[in-house]
């Protein structure tokens, strides 16, 4: 993790002004230093190094430029940064904290293993251990280890992390926690968008189409408590009616593509189902008269 403080020499709690007066004075400092036509080859090879690392931490500098300049960006890295630190003063002295953590079984442990490697370069050993612990026990929850902040920033990440990979139902699980902590007290602030568009953006276009129909409709249920707005609550309903026709349960079907139409009447993508379930009401009503 790049400690944007320390590259711009700042402290934590810097002003937006002190932080760009920062950036100012490295900036100049890395400015580059112009071989003279005299140069020899040896010095003209030593001035290409020197430029090479120059532009290195030229580009490091803009990152965490970017990176406190930016509010809510600042507020996302602040977290992290905070639990980093934690972290971090558990490896004084030679403690090797992650053989520690991964020398015990318990969930808590484990669970502060997955927080680690999140932290620190080794997704895939994350996400590794958190599905190896899910399908050990469904009843498996970061939230259950973790403060509330922690949980959150740590929730995020993971969720990114398995949406990555494909692995909707658990990120979306994960998404959902979160928003309902946010709701019940603000902490990403500035960020909640992003999250929130995160999970719409799954509950609109993956749910239905990437999970089996039950996992499906257990989310897509979820996802409707979540408060994204009629239009989005109304493919939402689309998506679980075509959920539930797929596994034979019109009369649900219909019911949810009613109800999605009542929400947003211009709502598109209806027509075949509509008229499939049509046909099959039409069905029904007949055989009931004969």
Known sequence: MEDCYRILSVSPSASAAEIKRAYRKRAKELHPDIPSPGSTGKERAVSRKREEERQERMRELIRAYETLSDPARRSEFDALYGIYRRNARKDLEGFDYR?????????????????????????????RE???????????????????????????????ELAFRGDWYEAFGLLAEVIKLERERPYFRHFFPEVMDFARDIARNRLASELDEELALDSLELALELGFGKKDDAVILRNMAACYERIGDRKMASACLDEALRLDSTLTGVRELSRRLASWAAGAAKRRVQ
Do not use: N, Q
Request: glycine share 6%.
């Open 99 to 127: 053989r520690w953590l991964l020398e015990r079984t318990d969930d808590e442990s484990r669970a502060k293993l997955i927080f680690f490697d999140l932290l620190h370069d080794r997704e895939d050993d994350a996400v």
């Open 130 to 160: 958190y599905r190896a612990r899910r399908s050990a026990s469904g009843s498996f929850s970061l939230l259950g280890h973790f403060g509330r902040e922690d949980f959150m920033d740590c929730g995020f990440i993971m969720a990114e």
